[in-house]
């Protein structure tokens, strides 16, 4: 059993039930993309100890985001770079122009003298051009997101940086909507990983190469690196341990072991780190409702023959997205079996101390009765229902929504050809899947049961032992459905049949010799 870590006074919030129990904080709008860039962003920081546990801030950790306003405001704050760029202007002239009207939409934050983009680019075209390709390979370079919470690809140091509100006097603000702290709870994940430290040595060697050409090329329009003015402490992560921390840990060392450059690794670490973390969500809710089962994820892999697995999908579905909400309220009402709350029945004035206790456990009620006149007068176990009840109104506003978005976000649930929403793994999830478990070849069943082990992936009629014993579902069914993903790996090039009762999952980028039955 991990040990859980105290839980410092969260100021920003009025009580404490979702932090308790998943950490502050998990987001909905923090799709996976965004939060292994955040995870980025404190690694940079971090350097001389890569994943290293940070034992003098109480297992948190201490990092200097990079906000780099001049690169975000050249990739998405400058619409007119093309138009001048494409005139029949001279040189000279479209510089002229393009700084006028660059410093015309200036923040006041480092961006008003661009002059120095001159001596870093033989034309204004090349600049255009290299500022299209940094643009073209953002991520939601098309999205109405405002200018500030855009980002650029990874490509290397210079090219991360936080996100961040800039008002119109030029007033900066890390307003947690994109960057929640998600990263952060990542990063302390694989700190408490057993191999985390060699992930972070590898992770700096791969990614942070500042001779590397497209970080070069972003440092060129950034100039110097521009960061928060003071370090700031990460989120909180209730426990010290957690087998999901080590597997996260391995599918990052798994993928980042294969030859393909590191940017190609970056899709799947961010598929397989949003599946991760998703289950993270899950299972930690599953125990603390108090179900020690494995958390299971039954997918269909769609075909034209609507059958059995598609319902069981939809059912696996509905039941994992109940599962927060239940932890949520079993987490509350768990106090009223705490120790301190049952030897306060013999204390001199009992009630005041399961207050005590409470205020302890969840941050509330307020010592002073703040603002919140329905407390006053209420008893604990009054209480503890009115708690129950806020914290599932604040859980469904951005943490209940979690499984589905982010299920949604890394192509593991689909409305596709039904009327409610299903596990259905697309094809991109699927690969990043095979890079993550297969290192060379695996026999196709093999990799079944370890997609099951490690990501709770139902699949075929091995998995689905427990579905078929409870008749939920024919043997035959599942068997189709697993014959449905060997053809769709096929399809994919990731399975080569040798036989009718032979086939060997292969990893593309591992690829050695031949296979022999």
């Known amino acids: 059993m991990s040990t859980i870590i105290h839980r410092p006074e969260i100021k920003s919030i009025d ?54 306003i001049r690169l975000r405001g050249l990739l998405f704050n400058n619409p007119y770079v093309e138009s001048i760029a494409e005139s029949a202007a001279s040189d000279e002239e479209k510089w002229k122009l393009w700084l006028e009207r660059f410093r015309l939409g200036a923040t006041g934050n480092g961006d008003d003298d661009m002059t120095y983009l001159r001596r870093s680019f033989t034309s204004f075209d090349d600049f255009a051009k290299a500022i299209e390709l940094l643009r073209s390979s953002s991520f939601e370079s098309r999205s109405n997101k405002r200018w500030s919470s855009k980002f650029a690809f990874p490509f290397g140091p210079d090219a991360l940086y936080e996100d961040l509100q800039i008002n119109a006097s030029g007033g900066m603000s890390n307003d947690r909507r994109f960057f929640a702290r998600t990263g952060e709870l990542l990063y302390l994940m694989l700190t408490r990983a057993k191999r985390g430290a060699e ?227 697309n094809d991109r999830l699927l690969k990043s899947i095979v890079v993550s478990i297969v290192d060379d070849r695996m026999q196709f069943d093999e990799f079944l049961g370890e997609a099951m082990r490690r990501y709770g992936l139902v699949i075929g009629d091995a998995e689905g032992t427990r579905l078929i014993d409870a008749k939920l579902v024919d043997q035959e069914e599942l068997s189709d459905n697993r014959d449905n993903l060997e053809a769709r790996l096929v399809g994919l090039g990731l399975v080569r049949r040798l036989s009718d009762s032979c086939s060997f999952v292969e990893n593309p980028f591992a690829f050695q010799g031949d296979a022999a039955c």
């Open 15 to 68: 009580f404490c039930v979702d932090e308790n129990i998943w950490g502050h904080r998990l987001y909905d709008e923090q799709l996976p993309h965004l939060t292994v860039l955040e995870f980025l962003g404190v690694l940079g920081s971090n350097l001389d100890r890569p994943l290293r546990p940070h034992q003098e801030q109480g297992g948190s950790v201490m990092f200097k985001p990079q906000r780099q």
């Open 199 to 425: 992930l972070g040595d590898t992770l700096v060697k791969r990614l942070f190469d500042h001779e590397a050409p497209m970080n070069r090329l972003a440092r060129a329009l950034q100039g110097a690196p521009q960061h928060a003015e003071e370090p700031r402490q990460s989120g909180y992560l209730p426990e010290t341990a957690n087998a999901r921390f080590d597997q996260i840990c391995e599918d990052w060392l798994s993928i980042l072991a294969k030859d393909m450059p590191i940017y190609d690794a970056l899709e799947h670490l961010i598929a397989i780190t949003g599946l991760n973390m998703l289950l993270y969500f899950l299972e930690r809710a599953k125990r603390v409702a108090g179900d020690d089962d494995p958390v299971e994820i039954v997918c269909e892999i769609v075909s034209k023959e609507r059958s059995k697995v598609r319902a069981l999908s939809g059912d696996s579905y509905q039941f994992n997205q109940g599962l927060p909400a239940k932890a949520v309220r079993a987490h509350v009402e768990s106090i009223r079996l705490a120790p301190g709350w049952v030897a306060a029945e013999s204390a001199e004035f009992p009630e005041a101390e399961r207050v005590k206790l409470m205020r302890d456990h969840f941050q509330w009620p307020p010592a002073d009765g703040g603002d919140d006149e329905d407390c006053t007068g209420k008893s604990p176990d009054e209480l503890v229902t009115k708690l129950t009840d806020d914290a599932l109104a604040r859980h469904r506003q951005h943490v209940g929504k979690i499984h589905a978005s982010w299920s949604r976000a890394i192509g593991l649930s689909s409305r596709r050809l039904s009327r409610r929403t299903r596990y259905a793994p």
